[in-house]
């Protein structure tokens, strides 16, 4: 029987992970344009930092880890009954794989707050873990790419947050519809339907409306408790429609007793006017709701237009995060690039930069001992110039070394034979045109690197 793995995760090889570091390395060097610096944070957190950060349904996602040794230690027979199963979680398992990188990030924002220069503007890039039921686009294990700025209050780190979505994008050559929305918007519309207390029941149930639809979402929203008259008010304002100013200006009416409500659209509208010059879709969408319960102001997500597939990035403001941690009034917000999907609309597009799959771009033949020394040094030169290149290790016949350039989609081989070393040149073959030159290694480098 064949060794497997567990389900929601995945093998990369050479050429997966070529393109994965691509997207990394892509995303990374955006970040870093914007004055971001990283860091990183252990796999595994304690319980108690993780439970109660994402609402009811993303405590039960948490994967929860064993005690080490005896785990059974002081728990009867009683305490595996019934009712008592939920406590019993917690004296089975004090540590967790991190659902997310924003909540360790507030963790170690207020572990380390003496050491860190305010505004802190940091990046991460690891994988995360949800107990989720693996489908299409949505994994168990897979990478966040994050950059959150923390300690300042400013609507310019949600401007420059979107600027960096549209740079990313741009670079990937994927187009994008950048979806945005405010809490305190949805907080203003539970309080004029007279729901204030149901926020987040509201906020869970029509965050999702594209997936089961709006009867479904209207039917989660009775079972919730919400009343029947409140249901009806939402319509409107879940189907609206019209450009971002329309919306706008019928929101103000809408929310016209509710002063958080008020503010929300503020602040829309000011980073909806700051970046008016962006290449992406940018649409004001107030059924993004983004279920994380610690989002208090703008939330943002994107989705790819020419692929059917989930969000791909999504973030938002969290003026409370790291109050949770005994470290109140420090604002922030942030975006979550996720790379594993935008790695699978980057592979239905074929958007790759062929340099992007190519690892080796010159393998030396070897037909024996005396050759293999005499190709040494030039590949040593070629090395130190930056030319990715590999000699075959067994002096096998030519044909099985050719086969193997295919295989790789080697661009160029170098032949090295008596003639060669007597003449101290190398024979470059160019794999696609079958065209061959007789070269010095100063020639053979130039050919390479144009």
């Not at 992970?17 to 957190?45: C, D, H, W």
């Not at 990030?105 to 693996?134: G, N, S």
Request: glycine share 8%.
């Amino acid at each position: 029987m064949k060794p497997s793995i567990p389900k929601g995760t995945r093998d990369f090889g050479p050429q997966e992970m070529a393109r994965r570091a691509y997207i990394f390395n892509t995303i990374r060097k955006v970040y870093s344009l914007y004055g971001f610096q990283q860091i990183e944070t252990p796999a595994m957190e304690n319980l108690s930092t993780l439970m109660g950060k994402y609402g009811e349904e993303g405590d039960k996602l948490l994967f929860k880890l064993l005690n080490s040794g005896d785990f059974r230690s002081g728990i009867t027979c009683d305490d595996w009954q019934g009712d008592t199963i939920g406590h019993l979680t917690t004296r089975l398992s004090e540590k967790g794989l991190r659902y997310d990188l924003t909540v360790p990030f507030a963790r170690y924002v207020v572990q380390h707050r003496e050491e860190l220069q305010m505004p802190f503007r940091r990046y991460q890039i690891q994988p995360v873990w949800r107990a989720d039921r693996p489908q299409k686009g949505r994994y168990r294990e897979f990478y966040q790419c994050d950059a959150d700025v923390v300690g300042s209050d400013s609507l310019l780190n949600e401007v420059e947050l979107m600027q960096i979505v549209d740079t990313v994008f741009q670079r990937f050559g994927v187009k994008v519809c950048i979806k945005i929305n405010n809490r305190k918007i949805l907080s203003g519309i539970a309080e004029v339907i007279g729901q204030a207390d149901k926020i987040v029941d509201i906020t869970v149930a029509i965050d999702k409306l594209d997936k089961i639809g709006l009867d479904a979402v209207n039917e989660e929203l009775r079972e919730a408790g919400i009343s029947e008259e409140a249901v009806e008010k939402l319509q409107p304002i879940i189907k609206l429609s019209g450009s971002n100013t329309e919306k706008i200006a019928v929101m103000r009416e809408v929310l016209v007793g509710s002063e958080v409500g008020q503010k929300g659209v503020d602040e829309v509208e000011y980073v909806l006017s700051k970046l008016s010059t962006l290449h992406s879709q940018l649409e004001l969408d107030l059924t993004l709701a983004r279920g994380l319960n610690y989002y208090t102001g703008c939330i943002f997500e994107v989705k790819a237009l020419d692929v059917e597939i989930g969000s791909i990035t999504g973030g938002g403001r969290y003026d409370n995060l790291t109050g949770i941690f005994g470290l109140p009034g420090l604002s922030g917000v942030g975006i979550s690039f996720g790379a594993d999907r935008i790695y699978d609309v980057l592979n239905q597009l074929d958007l790759y930069p062929e340099e992007v799959l190519t690892a080796t771009q010159l393998l030396f033949v070897n037909f024996g001992e005396k050759e293999a020394d005499y190709a040494l040094p030039i590949l040593r030169m070629m090395r130190e110039k930056g030319v990715r290149c590999e000699i075959y290790p067994d002096a096998v016949k030519m044909k099985k070394q050719m086969q193997y350039a295919n295989a790789k989609n080697i661009p160029f081989v170098a032949i090295v034979g008596e003639n060669e070393m007597n003449e101290g040149k190398v024979t470059l073959k160019n794999m696609l045109s079958g065209e061959q030159s007789l070269l010095t290694p100063e020639e053979l480098l130039k050919a390479i690197e144009n």
